[in-house]
T-cell receptor
């Protein structure tokens, strides 16, 4: 149980394109999901907390207008990287948990490459 | 965990050896701890967790030890196999706070056949 599906797994696109990444909890409901960014050989950096039915909470230094988050249902959160540039190239990972003091379950990540 | 954003430390072991991966955390209010395994190009996978009312927990071939006094966590993998090669992250959570896990910097485990 507790499967999180992330799509797409890889995106290659031109600079200036907006890219949408989906994160779904397949067999449980998640009022909260998390979006992370990971650079090669580094740890996961929390970008934002996605809250179902309300605005996302962004970490310091993360531009909310650049990284749009929508959590319209209990099983789906989306991250849109708007007007992406090469410096936005990274590995983006989402996670969701089944409750307090339960482990987060992660999607398999999206490798975003902006040319 | 203490995430400093630097390159990952590496632990190299021979197949069959036991591996010990260490992690330090800084929040004394953390009361829930998780180890994750991340293979190349994939998201982290849950391995084992431990709550602060315990100092040891065992799973299949894995043991987590918690020392709250020095805010240290370790993951022991018995009879390490090539399939264990991955990056291992610890995460700590404060249930009195935001419930958001804080990830450590990670350790790259390389198992040589």
């Amino acid at each position: 149980g507790a499967v999180v599906s992330q799509h797409p797994s890889r995106v290659i696109c031109k600079s200036g394109t907006s890219v949408k990444i989906e994160c779904r909890s397949l067999d449980f409901q998640a009022t909260t999901m998390f979006w992370y960014r990971q650079f090669p050989k580094q740890s996961l950096m929390l970008m934002a907390t996605s809250n179902e039915g309300s605005k996302a909470t962004y970490e310091q230094g993360v531009e909310k207008d650049k990284f749009l988050i929508n959590h319209a249902s209990l099983t789906l959160s989306t991250l849109t990287v708007t007007s992406a540039h090469p410096e936005d190239s990274s590995f983006y990972i989402c996670s969701a948990g089944t409750g307090v003091n339960q482990p987060q379950h992660f999607g398999d990540g999206t490798r975003l490459s902006i040319l | 965990g203490e995430s400093v954003g630097l390159h990952l430390p590496t632990l190299s072991v021979q197949e069959g050896d036991n591996s010990i991966i260490n992690c330090a955390y800084s929040n004394s209010a953390s009361d829930y701890f998780i180890w994750y395994k991340q293979e190349s190009g994939k998201g982290p996978q849950f391995i084992i967790d431990i709550r602060s009312n315990m100092d040891k927990r065992q799973g299949q071939r894995v043991t987590v030890l918690l020392n709250k006094t020095v805010k240290h966590l370790s993951l022991q993998i018995a009879a390490t196999q090539p399939g264990d090669s991955a990056v291992y992250f610890c995460a700590d959570v404060s249930s009195g706070g935001s419930y958001i896990p804080t990830f450590g910097r990670g350790t790259s485990l390389i198992v040589h056949p």
